[in-house]
Structures are given as structure tokens and as C-alpha cells.
């Protein structure tokens, strides 16, 4: 890795953040782009003052003119959370479609090696479980959450035409549930807003019975995977899932956070939202032969490493720093 020029897009942001650290220890030079819809500039702060970083802030779906080599793109530039990327959900489409279309012409002049982060959420709400990358998935196509299925449904399409017609080197990886610090207090997704309650002292929403399940993988194994899918050789042609098989009913987590933060919370249950899938669990047999990898962090000790970041950031919004 050491002295390549990678662009990471959504740099700013949860994933975005972790991954540019890990490259830039890696002594790789970092060129973060983000719009700073969802992300922030206090994620990247420690790494401004630091040699061979650069941030540009630019919405992917205009194009992007960058001068000099660039190696490898990762692009990350998309909301993640239902309520974060339903807000303005013709955006959200056109950040998945345009934007990829936009990086690949990137990679495509550059000779650049990209990475798309897909997701799980292209399986929908899956028929089978857990998913292999060969279902092709279960998704309503004009829900409430098309705008970012159907999108990063799209954004693969494009991935593959590019490598097919244009012979682009791509690499797709489809992320399961990942958390951890930096996620937004106010991010809306089920790890952070559970952790986020038990610390208020305030009840934990469950949506629904709370009986649907997700798999939960840490980010620091979710960036290592990252990392290894992008060095991957290029006989790994189709997306790769990237995920920690452990599966855990959405009651059982907010049973965990209970436990782990000591909290007095009570449990109040709120109407499922449209569309939300039942299951999902990754098989990450793929991932585990072509690229050696496998989740190596537990939920519970990624929820011991992930509390205390909540516990400072609430901590310090209280005292106004
Ligand atoms: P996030 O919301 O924290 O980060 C997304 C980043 O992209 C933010 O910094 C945001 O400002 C930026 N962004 C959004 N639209 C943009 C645009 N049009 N132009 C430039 N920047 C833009 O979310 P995250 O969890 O860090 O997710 C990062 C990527 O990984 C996303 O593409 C998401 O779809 C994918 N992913 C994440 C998960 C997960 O569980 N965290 C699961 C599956 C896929
Ligand atoms: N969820 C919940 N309470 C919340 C936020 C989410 O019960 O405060 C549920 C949500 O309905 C879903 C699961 O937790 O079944 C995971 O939601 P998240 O938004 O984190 O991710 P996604 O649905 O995209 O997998």
C-alpha cells in the first residue's frame, strides 16, 4: 500500500473515517471526498495536519477533476441509515447511480483500481438464509427504502458493465450491519440509537416485535476486509460479502446494550417501518477463501469497545465543548 494515491469518497463519514486512518498508516497518500451530508469534519480532524492527507469537499454527483495519479478509489460517498437517506431520497438515488457512473469514468482515466461499498440491503428482505452472493435478492422496488437499494442495485450494474466493456478493475464488497465510534449520535441506526438511550436514561425503541435479526460486524474488521478485498486479484470478479455471521434478534440487542451500559431503560416498542427485512445474516464463505478474512470481534466486545465513544460525545454535548 505504501505510497499509492487512493481516493476514498464519503471519507468524512463512519466507515470513510476508519478507512482513511487504516491508510494512512499504511503510509498510503489519502484523498477524502465528501459533501459532509452525513459525515463530519471532526471524524478527519487528527488526520488534516498530517502529510499526504487531503480533504476536498465535493458531491459525487458532479464530476470530480482530480490532477495526478490515483491508484486505487474506494467509494464509500452514500448515506447508510434509513431515516438519513430517505430524507431526500432522489438524492440519495442519484449519489448511488451518478456517482458511481462518475467514479468509474475517474477510474477509467486514471487506470485506477476501484472499490465499490455495496450492501446487504441488495438481498432485500431475503427468501434464504443466511445470503450468498448468488441470491439475487427480494427487493420492492418503489418502497421506502428503494431510493438506496435500488440505487447500490444500480451501482453494481455499473461496476460490472465497466469491467465487462470498458475492463475497469473492479471490486464490489457487500457490507452487512457494521458499527462502532464515530457513528452519529443522531444516525438513527439500531446500534446507535439503542446506545444512545440506554445512556439518556431514556426508553430503547424497538420497531416492531423486535423478533427480525441483523448481523452485527466491527468496524475495525469490517476496514480490514475493506482493505483485503481491494488487494485482491482480479480473479475475484463478483461482489464479495463482508459481514459477522453472528445473528442477533433486534430484542436480544437492546437486551445487551441494557446489560453492558448498566442502564435502567425500559424497552418501548414502535411501529415497524415499511419494508424492513425480517433476517439477515451474511455467508461469508467467499470472503473467507479468496481473501483470508473473517470478523475476528464479537458483539459484545465491539459494543464494550463502542459505548465509551458515546459516553464521551454525550458527555461533552452536555458540557458544550
Ligand atoms: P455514513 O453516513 O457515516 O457515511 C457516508 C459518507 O458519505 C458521509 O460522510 C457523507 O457525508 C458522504 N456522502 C453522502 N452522499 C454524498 C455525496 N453525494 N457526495 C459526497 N459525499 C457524500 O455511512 P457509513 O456507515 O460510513 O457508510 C459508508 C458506505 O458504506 C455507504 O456507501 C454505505 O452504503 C456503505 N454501507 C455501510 C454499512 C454499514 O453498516 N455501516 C452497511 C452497508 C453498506
Ligand atoms: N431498529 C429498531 N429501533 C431503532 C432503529 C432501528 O428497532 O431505533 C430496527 C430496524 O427496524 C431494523 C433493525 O433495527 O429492523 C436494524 O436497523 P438499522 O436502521 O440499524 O439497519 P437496517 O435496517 O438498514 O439493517
Known sequence: MSGKTVLVTGGAGFLGSHLCDRLVEGEAQVICVDNLQTGRLDNISHLMQRRGFRFIRHDVTDRLGIDGPIDEIYNLACPASPPQYERDPIHTFRTSVLGAMNLLDLAEAKGARILQASTSEVYGDPALSPQSETYWGNVNMIGPRACYDEGKRGAETLFHLYREDRGVDIRVARIFNTYGPRMRPDDGRVVSNFIVQALAGTPLTVFGSGRQTRSFCYVDDLVDGLVRLMAS???????????NPGEFTVLA?????LAKTGSRSKVAFRTLPGDDPRRRRPDIALAERVLGWGPTVPLEEGLDRTIPYFAEVMHQNVAGV
Open 233 to 243: 486479484p482480479a480473479t475475484v470478479k463478483g461482489p464479495v460479502n463482508l459481514g
Open 253 to 257: 440487542l437492546a437486551e445487551l446494550v
